[in-house]
Every structure is written in structure tokens, then in C-alpha cells.
T-cell receptor, first 113, second 113 residues
Framework: SQTIHQWPATLVQPVGSPLSLECTVEGTSNPNLYWYRQAAGRGLQLLFYSVGIGQISSEVPQNLSASRPQDRQFILSSKKLLLSDSGFYLC????????????FGQGTRLTVV | DQQVKQNSPSLSVQEGRISILNCDYTNSMFDYFLWYKKYPAEGPTFLISISSIKDKNEDGRFTVFLNKSAKHLSLHIVPPQPGDSAVYFCAAWWSGNTGKLIFGQGTTLQVKP
């Protein structure tokens, strides 16, 4: 069966520090991969999605970047965190044939102080 | 315009009465729709989906209706139970095999005993 791992679960980082959140999927190949953010009291905002290794689509201009160094690994990064980067970050995967359900990790609560 | 909107931030219903959650989308290029349920500090879990070629899909107590002309879909929970209390998200795939899955802002459902 397929599983998705996302870590860490919680993170407190000072303003200006770097960020690296990692997500890996097991039990499937060539998945679509996603990063979403849920700010306090807000919906799920699509940040990045990837349909293959090295293929990253960015939805919103921001202080973040994403990379997909391996087929089932998706990394969310920042060189210098801002207070506004605080939120609940969710990684998700779906099968590569689209129009199907996406499966989410447990999320990372990021607090920038 | 690629938006999925849930205009009701919250909904409160009595246990045993019908619960209806609504969702609108802005573009007919969305062609597959999903509903997710989310508890605090967890990732969303998939509930039910519907293709744009259908107008209804049912799974147990959950039924999704799609009105393409109005660009509107709804999730009916019959009957709702206290354990259904959560945030419900509507989501939609952008057609053309782009890998883009857009979510609404969510509706918090409270089912009172």
C-alpha cells in the first residue's frame, strides 16, 4: 500500500533562518506531488506541484521554493523565513493519471518567530 | 480565473437532520471534483468525488451533486452525526492533465447531538 511521510511535525524557526521540509511517498511510482499551506483560518493554498523529477510548477510568488530530486521525494525550502511564512504545510500525492484523489501527509506546523 | 469557493465559513446542524455543504467554481476548465474532511492538525482525508460527466455520486451517507451550468456542487450528509464535525474542503482538478488541484477555503461543520 502507499504511504506518505512528512516531517517534522512541528517546527519553530526564527525570522531569517532557512527552511527545509521533506516529504516522501512509498509504494507507488511517478506520482504527482504537491505542497499546500493552510494559514490560520484560511483554506488550502496550492504552493507547488510536480508531475515528474525536476518538474516544478509554482502557483504563488513567495519566499519559498520546491525541489524534486527523486521520483518520490519533494522538498520545500526557503533561504530566509518571514513571519508570514507561518502556517500548516501539507504534502500530498496523487496518481500520475490525474482526475483522482490526492492523499495527504500529516502536515508540519511551522511557526516563525 | 481558477478559483474554488466555499462561501460559508461555518455550518451548524442538528444530529439526524440533513447537512448540505456548498461549493462554487469559476471556470468550466475544472473537470473533476472532490470533497475532503479535515480535523485540526491533521491532513485532509478524501470523502467522495464526481466527474464532470455526471451530476450525482453517492457513497453511504455522503452524496455529491454537480450542476455544471451553475458551476456549483454540493455535499449532502444524511444523516449527519456528531463525529462528522470537521472542516470540509471542496477541491477541483484543472483539466488538461496539468496536475493542478485547487481547494476551496473550507466550511467548518458542527453537528450537535
Amino acid at each position: 500500500s502507499q504511504t506518505i511521510h512528512q516531517w517534522p511535525a512541528t517546527l519553530v524557526q526564527p525570522v531569517g533562518s532557512p527552511l527545509s521540509l521533506e516529504c516522501t511517498v512509498e509504494g507507488t511510482s511517478n506520482p504527482n506531488l504537491y505542497w499546500y499551506r493552510q494559514a490560520a483560518g484560511r483554506g488550502l493554498q496550492l504552493l507547488f506541484y510536480s508531475v515528474g523529477i525536476g518538474q516544478i510548477s509554482s502557483e504563488v510568488p513567495q519566499n519559498l521554493s520546491a525541489s524534486r530530486p527523486q521520483d518520490r521525494q519533494f522538498i520545500l525550502s526557503s533561504k530566509k523565513l518571514l513571519l508570514s511564512d507561518s502556517g500548516f504545510y501539507l504534502c500530498a500525492w496523487s496518481r500520475g493519471d490525474f482526475n483522482t484523489e490526492a492523499f495527504f501527509g500529516q502536515g508540519t506546523r511551522l511557526t516563525v518567530v | 480565473d481558477q478559483q474554488v469557493k466555499q462561501n460559508s465559513p461555518s455550518l451548524s446542524v442538528q444530529e439526524g437532520r440533513i447537512s448540505i455543504l456548498n461549493c462554487d467554481y469559476t471556470n468550466s476548465m475544472f473537470d473533476y471534483f472532490l470533497w475532503y474532511k479535515k480535523y485540526p492538525a491533521e491532513g485532509p482525508t478524501f470523502l467522495i468525488s464526481i466527474s464532470s460527466i455526471k451530476d450525482k455520486n453517492e457513497d453511504g451517507r455522503f452524496t455529491v451533486f454537480l450542476n455544471k451550468s451553475a458551476k456549483h456542487l454540493s455535499l449532502h450528509i444524511v444523516p449527519p452525526q456528531p463525529g462528522d464535525s470537521a472542516v470540509y474542503f471542496c477541491a477541483a482538478w484543472w483539466s488538461g492533465n496539468t496536475g493542478k488541484l485547487i481547494f476551496g477555503q473550507g466550511t467548518t461543520l458542527q453537528v450537535k447531538p
